[in-house]
Antibody, heavy 117, light 107 residues
Framework: QLQLQESGPGVVKPSETLSLTCTAS??????????WGWIRQPPGKGLEWIGS???????YHNPSLRSRVTMSVDTSKNQFSLKLSSVTAADTAVYYC?????????WGKGTTVTVSS | EIVLTQSPDFQSVTPKEKVTITCRAS??????LHWYQQKPDQSPKVLIK???QSISGVPSRFSGSGSGTDFTLTIDGLEAEDAAAYYC?????????FGGGTKVEIK
């Protein structure tokens, strides 16, 4: 059974870069069937899709985040990663990684990232 | 960007009652609409995919319907464990978007 686990710093300073990694276990992110996505949820608010990466490294992201998003995949480590640059308080959220084709059927437990000096 | 509008925002319901949550898309998305349940301090869990397709392991009291722009999630016989927020999500076109959520409280 595939499991996903997010990891990264819990606090990031304003204007710096948020870096998160999602590690898969019980399955391979080298699958050609799925995309690997990032979704976030600000405190008390709804869900926002950030972007997704394919095993080949091709990516697509939410235009609302402009060019601040960088995603990558490392199939040798069974991991994929997110970098979000120039963070502000508005980027404070729980960040989830998830597997998806159309629906998102496997989610990590989420990691809380707070932007604060 | 396709906007998904959910209603109601909040519903307080007695156990065994029937719950109906709607999701309206700003343009036609065919059947590319999925429903999730999120309990407090947990990650979302998919309940229904492609508007009406059931998911293995999800209780049969959860069902979905609709196509185009109007969709419905029904909980037929609410149980106490169903207290949660419910979200719709469209995968018809990029960017993926989610509805604002419906919080279901048990009376």
């Amino acid at each position: 059974q595939l499991q996903l686990q997010e990891s990264g710093p819990g606090v990031v300073k304003p204007s710096e870069t948020l870096s998160l990694t999602c590690t898969a276990s019980g399955g391979s992110i080298g699958s050609t069937e799925y995309y690997w996505g990032w979704i976030r949820q600000p405190p008390g608010k709804g869900l926002e899709w950030i972007g997704s990466v394919f095993y080949s490294g091709s990516t697509y992201h939410n235009p609302s985040l402009r060019s601040r998003v960088t995603m990558s995949v490392d199939t040798s480590k069974n991991q994929f990663s997110l970098k979000l640059s120039s963070v502000t308080a508005a980027d404070t959220a729980v960040y989830y990684c998830a597997r998806h084709q159309a629906d998102m059927d496997v989610w990590g437990k989420g990691t809380t990232v707070t932007v604060s000096s | 960007e396709i906007v998904l509008t959910q209603s109601p925002d909040f519903q307080s319901v007695t156990p065994k009652e029937k719950v109906t949550i709607t999701c309206r898309a700003s343009q036609s998305i065919g059947s590319s609409l999925h429903w999730y349940q999120q309990k407090p301090d947990q990650s979302p869990k998919v309940l229904i995919k492609y508007a009406s397709q059931s998911i293995s392991g999800v209780p049969s009291r959860f069902s979905g319907s609709g196509s185009g722009t109007d969709f419905t999630l029904t909980i037929d016989g609410l149980e106490a464990e169903d207290a949660a927020a419910y979200y719709c999500h469209q995968s018809s076109s990029l960017p993926h978007t989610f509805g604002g959520g419906t919080k279901v409280e048990i009376k």
